[in-house]
């Protein structure tokens, strides 16, 4: 049949997995989706799906409920896809992003396989003008630490961040290693941590700066991902402008059982940042 991708003899021994140890205190469900996991890293080609429920069942002698299970949390994660039809594949290179929760940039990466890195382009002390003055509550001409970071999968540009912070924050920003999660550094060594966020996302055209650092041709179709995070006291903390490849990354929302659409803004408006 046209499109229908086969799983013969040769792709099932080569996905061979090992034995599961059912003494093991860990679920037989979790070791089957770590398991699958390592497979996946290892390099299983995009173009062939990985063996159905059926011959994964044969090959572990677990049940249909508890490969579903496994397979399903891969999907979920964003390692595996369905294709309805086809079969299950290894999903293409995009990573998939919560749009609430507190997953790092860096864990949610490493969960997906893949080898984070962050490159600092920029980190200097500005003054703020006008509009940064009101959004951020300070004074015009206050500074900030203007923070510009290169966010990368594998040594590939995934998105590029343009951050303004308030010096008085965290007068130490300046001289800070800033290549890990900003937001740790917040909580951590500054002890403002990050409550919350109002996020707002829409498609531009990559151009200047950031069509070069995402290396992408002008006008290429990405995505502006505009943040206002607050500490404590709902005081403004930073704001960022992300602009994102979604050839390389996708957000991911879920939608909480008798929510409506604005019930949801409002909820992901009043839920804690992704640490970043």
Same mark, same amino acid.
């Not at 044969?58 to 294709?83: C, K, P």
């Not at 015009?140 to 040594?155: A, F, I, K, S």
């Not at 200047?208 to 403004?236: C, K, N, Y």
């Given at each position: ?28 469900? @979790? ?33 249909? !409920?508890?490969? +579903? ?41 490493? +969960? ?19 509009? @940064? ?49 900003? %937001? $740790? %550094?917040?909580?951590? !060594? ?34 502006? !991902? ?15 402008? $992300?602009?994102?490849?979604?050839? +390389? ?28």
């Amino acid at each position: 049949m046209y499109g229908v991708h086969l799983v013969n003899d040769e792709d099932i021994q080569s996905f061979d997995i090992g034995p599961l140890d059912p003494a093991d205190p860990v679920p037989l469900y @979790q070791q089957l989706r770590d398991r699958l996991r390592v497979k996946l890293t290892e390099g299983w080609p995009h173009d062939r799906p990985i063996p159905s429920e059926r011959q994964i069942m044969q090959m572990t002698g677990l049940s249909r !409920m508890t490969v +579903r299970q496994a397979i399903a949390e891969l999907v979920h994660a964003g390692m595996l896809r369905r294709d309805h039809g086809r079969g299950t594949f290894v999903s293409d290179s995009r990573i998939s992003r919560p749009l609430t929760g507190h997953a790092t940039f860096r864990d949610v990466v490493q +969960r997906q396989g893949g080898t984070p890195s962050t490159r600092v382009v920029r980190q200097k002390v500005v003054t703020a003008n006008a509009a @940064q003055a009101t959004i951020l509550q300070i004074e015009p001409d206050e500074e900030l630490l203007h923070l510009v970071r290169v966010r990368m999968v594998d040594g590939d540009p995934i998105m590029v961040d343009y951050t303004h912070v308030p010096l008085r924050v965290c007068p130490g920003l300046p001289s800070a290693d800033l290549s890990g999660s900003l %937001y $740790e %550094y917040l909580g951590n !060594m500054c002890g403002v941590p990050a409550q919350y966020s109002l996020d707002t996302i829409e498609a531009v055209a990559a151009s200047g700066e950031v069509a070069e650092l995402l290396e992408v041709p002008e006008t290429t179709p990405i995505l502006l !991902m505009r943040r206002l995070a607050r500490t404590i006291g709902s005081v403004p903390l930073e704001v960022t402008d $992300e602009f994102v490849r979604p050839d +390389r990354c996708l957000y991911r929302v879920e939608n909480p059982s008798g929510f409506t659409g604005l019930d949801l803004v409002e909820r992901i408006h009043s839920t804690p940042v992704e640490a970043v």
